[in-house]
């Protein structure tokens, strides 16, 4: 499974931005999705997952009520609404076995994409 990402980028407190996540390879709608972020000096940390068959879908308490993912034929995408200065990260998609937010159980990443986040 290969995995590409896109869509970072500066935006305000407050301000929208969706990520998008290309998944290529024959077997890769069988993977469970996931976005993780790592934030300057802090440690990766899960953000969403979704399941290509059934779509059941997982927020981390952080993002609940303003992100949403979704996927689209071979696009896993990442709608961040009402953006705070804390969710500057750089933004991770990655596949993996079944639905976990352990980004130990995710062996397919794409290159990250940066979301800077200014209040």
């Known amino acids: 499974v290969q995995l590409q990402a896109s869509g970072g980028g500066p935006v305000q407190a407050g301000d929208s931005l969706r990520l998008s996540c290309t998944a290529s390879?024959?077997?890769?709608?069988?993977?469970?999705m996931g976005w993780f972020r790592q934030a300057p000096g802090k440690e990766g940390e899960f953000v969403s997952g979704?399941?290509?068959?059934?779509?059941g879908t997982d927020y981390a308490d952080s993002v609940k009520g303003r992100f949403t993912i979704s996927t689209d034929n071979r696009n896993v995408y990442l709608q961040m609404d009402s953006l705070k200065s804390e969710d500057t990260a750089v933004y991770y998609c990655?596949?993996?076995?079944?639905?976990?937010?352990?980004?130990?159980?995710?062996?397919?990443w794409g290159q990250g994409t940066l979301v800077t986040v200014s209040s």
């Open positions: 990655a596949a993996g076995p079944w639905a976990s937010r352990s980004l130990r159980q995710f062996g397919y």
């Open positions: 390879g024959r077997t890769f709608s069988t993977y469970y």
């Open positions: 979704i399941s290509w068959r059934g779509g």
